[in-house]
């Protein structure tokens, strides 16, 4: 089967750095197939045999012992990944006017309930909910007023993995 690894909070600020030619060195060495990672944030598209709970487990364990630290991952069947790209309107871009982002969840807080959790201004900003993610779309004039910078303190941000969605659709169609 093929899963999309998305790993949280690398090489932010020069920070946990995870250089992507090591992390595909390490996925060969745990035997998964046909790897391939896509931009430096920590997107790797790999085949496997193994049940996804243990894949799981043997990344998180394979990326401590290889980087000295821990960091979460989730892991996305490619057809989990399709079926959110599938649910950003076809007119929402990323670029210099407007902001748009896939906010993958991780299954403690994978719930249409966390819209009223977050903050948002809901005024300035498209949110949306979809199985596993959401979609969030603004003009970035309205950045500031959106509070969408205030998820970044919030309580359930350990539990979520932002990529554009330029990202998110490259990612599903690899």
Do not use: C
């Amino acid at each position: 089967m093929k899963y999309i690894a998305l790993l949280r909070g690398i090489n932010v600020g020069g920070n946990r750095k995870v250089e992507m030619k090591k992390l595909k060195s390490l996925f060969e060495s745990l035997g998964f197939e046909n790897i391939s990672t896509y931009i430096n944030s920590g997107n790797v598209i790999f085949e496997s045999s193994k049940k996804q709970n243990l894949i799981q487990k043997e990344i998180e364990a394979g990326i401590e012992k290889e980087f000295g630290f821990a960091v979460a991952i989730l892991l996305k069947t490619e057809k989990e990944m399709q079926n959110i790209a599938t649910a950003i309107p076809a007119d929402w871009q990323n670029d210099k006017e407007y902001k748009a982002d896939v906010a993958y969840l991780f299954p403690e807080i994978d719930s249409r309930k966390i819209m009223a959790d977050l903050p948002f201004r809901r005024e300035y900003l498209d949110v949306r909910y979809v199985k596993g993610a959401l979609l969030w779309h603004l003009d970035r004039k309205n950045y500031n007023h959106s509070h969408l910078n205030k998820i970044i303190g919030h309580r359930l941000y350990q539990l979520v993995t932002v990529r554009n969605v330029n990202t998110a659709r490259r990612l599903a169609n690899r």
